[in-house]
């Protein structure tokens, strides 16, 4: 690999570390232990998948819910903003207290909080909104505690894992199959007016998180400097990120494909499909990504090449081929096909490039590293569909629809062709 870590403390002395809810951990050898299902990644896993599953829900049974009960779209749509603001602008907090309290002790208090602000949610939605503030605060205390909650959720993989790789595919495994079931399962309970008992559902898997995490044993865990102010950890982590030329590369390249490819893609398609096939051939097609996803994960478990960026880059080659069959008119079952290779790439690129991150940037900073990844990815997709009907209207579908294709082409060319990224090695497993 070209690039060496930068320097995190002075010459030859060792890291500041917290110790976890046990201390340092255990002499001796560990090797007999799983790689993968160990007892902590087991608990781990479970908070993680039953997070998952109530994230997964929370928009599809608020969004129905309100409509169902007389408010209008824009009400819906202001309570999607709540959600999802306070998670853009707060996650590069999260992941400093994050370094500076231990992920473990915010990924706690999020679920917490979150426990309560859904246990309040069903009360709201059982009994009746009396004020629209109320739901709209709630909101913003769930995504606020999601943004305490994420940057650590990458951080403590490598802690309860010795292969982290196939860690990273068991939990993408567990992301799509949550993000095909919790919003079913939403609203097939909200179309028996029952949203309020999905709340309910969401407070017990926040509670059920909250108690794994709680008895996880991490032993002693990497931490900055005592001393430094926020404004001073918000500065490191943005030193250790533009430091490594493939990591900031990555989220460059990620930016312009989320605003001109990913982000317009689910609107514009729906707005194609859903005329021409019916809803429920646009959720089929939907349901297919989920599926080959999961097909992805599992099979980033056992693949592990020396390159994994590459590896992966080469894998989102198959993105391009949904939006380029719709323009082409395909039939919805040959789009079904192109959705599982498309989830396939998806889910092998997720995990390889997670496991670079968790693997290559030291634990002491990278819950901040981390937090800007996610702001600088994610925080464009939410951009890229606003622009989707206005573009549509300017240009038409099928314009924007070629644009992101050339744009998902163009993407994958691109991570091939930055050499840091290309020629990034992989982190040998843990022994």
Request: hydrophobic share 50%.
């Amino acid at each position: 690999m070209e690039e060496r870590l930068a320097e995190h403390t002075a010459a030859d002395a060792p890291p500041p570390t917290k110790d976890g809810p046990d201390g340092p951990p255990p002499s001796g050898d560990r090797s007999g232990e799983p790689a993968i299902w160990s007892r902590n990644f087991r608990y781990y896993f479970t908070a993680r998948s039953a997070g998952l599953l109530s994230w997964a829900m929370l928009p599809v049974a608020v969004s129905a819910g309100l409509l169902s009960g007389g408010y209008g779209l824009d009400t819906a749509g202001y309570s999607m903003a709540f959600l999802v603001a306070p998670f853009a602008g707060l996650v590069l907090f999260g992941g400093v207290l994050a370094d500076r309290f231990t992920a473990r002790r915010m990924m706690i208090i999020a679920d917490l909080a979150n426990l309560t602000a859904h246990v309040l949610l069903a009360v709201l939605f059982i009994h009746g909104i009396d004020h629209l503030w109320q739901l709209y605060g709630l909101l913003v205390v769930a995504g606020t505690a999601n943004a305490l909650f994420q940057p650590g959720a990458s951080s403590t993989v490598p802690l309860v894992s010795r292969d982290v790789q196939g860690a990273n595919g068991v939990l993408r495994t567990s992301e799509a199959i949550t993000g095909l079931g919790g919003p079913a399962l939403a609203g097939v309970l909200v179309g028996f007016g029952s949203t309020g008992w999905v709340m309910v559902i969401s407070a017990i898997a926040y509670g059920t998180s909250a108690i794994c995490l709680f008895v996880l044993r991490l032993g002693v865990v990497p931490a900055p400097p005592a001393g430094q102010s926020l404004w001073r950890n918000l500065a490191v982590g943005w030193q250790e990120f533009s430091s490594r030329s493939w990591l900031w590369g990555v989220i460059l390249i990620w930016m312009f494909y989320a605003v001109l490819s990913w982000g317009p893609q689910l609107s514009v398609a729906a707005g194609v499909l859903v005329p021409e096939h019916g809803a429920s051939a646009f959720g089929l097609v939907n349901a297919a990504l989920g599926a080959g996803t999961v097909a992805g994960g599992l099979l980033a478990i056992r693949y592990k090449p020396q390159r994994p960026l590459a590896a992966g880059a080469v894998a989102m080659m198959a993105y391009p081929l949904y939006p380029l069959g719709i323009v082409l008119g395909w039939p919805v079952w040959l789009l079904c096909v192109a959705q599982v290779l498309v989830g396939v790439g998806i889910g092998v690129w997720g995990v390889m490039w997670a496991t670079s991150v968790q693997t290559q940037v030291p634990g002491e900073v990278l819950n901040r590293v981390h937090a800007y990844e996610v702001a600088g990815s994610v925080g464009m997709y939410p951009i890229g569909s606003a622009l989707a009907g206005p573009a549509v209207g300017a240009f038409g579908t099928d314009t924007v629809l070629v644009v992101g294709v050339v744009v998902g082409f163009l993407t994958t060319a691109a991570l091939l062709a930055a050499r840091p990224i290309r020629t990034l090695q992989r982190v040998p497993d843990r022994a």
